[in-house]
């Protein structure tokens, strides 16, 4: 069974940058469609990026193109949000979220079956 543990969060001033990684038990974590997902106080939870078990493809949500970047190194069993330019707006808890079945369609939350316990980023203007 995979777990996922995400870390970096923190306080950050606008226009900084943060580097989330997501760190994977299990063997078989590198068929693994793996996703970092947000959600702010009050809001839904939203899709944030996503990456093929390859790391061949990857998918930004439009808010965050051009500045945040996932990748990943199966080697290690780790995925990485790089987030930089950040912005108020981005203050949210992030989750990493993978699953064995997702091919590229990597938005829709509820395919995903394994989930961290999320870390905390807060933007200050």
């Known amino acids: 069974q995979v777990q996922l543990v995400e870390s970096g969060g923190g306080l950050v001033q606008a226009g900084g940058s943060l580097r989330l990684p997501c760190a994977a038990s299990g063997r078989t974590f590198s068929i693994y469609a793996t996703a970092w997902f947000r959600q702010a106080l009050g809001k839904e939870r939203e899709f944030v990026a996503g990456?093929?078990?390859?790391?061949?493809?990857?998918y930004n949500v439009d808010s965050v193109k051009g500045r945040f970047t996932i990748s990943r190194d199966n080697a290690k069993n780790m995925v990485f949000l790089q987030m930089n330019k950040l912005k108020p707006e981005d203050t949210a808890r992030y989750y990493c979220a993978a699953d064995p079945r997702i091919g590229s369609n990597f938005t829709p939350d509820h395919e995903y079956e394994l989930w961290g316990q999320g870390t905390q980023v807060t933007v200050s203007s």
């Open positions: 990456i093929h078990w390859s790391g061949r493809s990857t």
